[in-house]
T-cell receptor, first 114, second 114 residues
């Protein structure tokens, strides 16, 4: 059964604009960790942002921020002031602890147009 | 430089010809894992290891073997590759203290089985 769902196969955004990627997950745990990874054409997996479920404050990393809605089991990623270098596949991922597997969504391809 | 190194990066082989994809990390991480990435499916875990001589199956272990004789190395073995194992493979590692931290990925190995 799919634990992590990314419902948008592709999103397009113009440079300098904002785009939001959606992610929902299914869990009965109260403590867990959520991640967004970026995969550019080089194929390298790059951590964008990490959120701990017990923290109510939404994580931010420069132009990247999340909207974590624990009750709704939603973890969206907002990319502000989009740049050409943001073009990549973005994966949402979930794990329960440091020993647990990281479960990935299917990915959202972000296309940035000049 | 902290890194996960996997080789080969690209490989074309034929059905039934045994192959090994090597993985090595220099961060003294206990946890290591192999994933395969297929379009529309995201990344799926093949095997993982919590420490030397401790390995376990992930979601898609059929047709694969692993070993963990040294902490830094975690090779993936395809004893008799088949075309359905054509995929992009990632090795990854992470620390196990302080909660679920970043999973560090290798650069990926593109495998084609003819």
């Amino acid at each position: 059964a799919q634990t992590v769902t990314q419902s948008q196969p592709e999103m397009s955004v113009q440079e300098a604009e904002t785009v939001t990627l959606s992610c929902t997950y299914d869990t009965s745990e109260s403590d867990y960790y959520l991640f967004w990874y970026k995969q550019p054409p080089s194929r390298q997996m790059i951590l964008v942002i990490r959120q701990e479920a017990y923290k109510q404050q939404n994580a931010t990393e420069n132009r990247f921020s999340v909207n974590f809605q624990k009750a709704a089991k939603s973890f969206s990623l907002k990319i502000s002031d989009s740049q050409l270098g943001d073009a990549a596949m973005y994966f949402c991922a979930y794990t329960t602890d440091s020993w647990g597997k990281l479960q990935f969504g299917a990915g959202t391809q972000v296309v940035v147009t000049p | 430089e902290a890194q996960v190194t996997q080789n080969p990066r690209y490989l074309i082989t034929v059905t039934g010809k045994k192959l090994t994809v090597t993985c090595s990390q220099n961060m003294n991480h206990e946890y290591m894992s192999w994933y395969r990435q297929d379009p529309g499916l995201g990344l799926r875990q093949i095997y993982y290891s919590m420490n030397v001589e401790v390995t376990d199956k992930g979601d898609v272990p059929e047709g694969y073997k692993v070993s963990r004789k040294e902490k830094r190395n975690f090779p993936l073995i395809l004893e008799s590759p088949s075309p359905n194992q054509t995929s992009l493979y990632f090795c990854a590692s992470r620390r196990t203290s302080g909660g679920a931290g970043e999973l560090f990925f290798g650069e990926g190995s593109r495998l084609t089985v003819l």
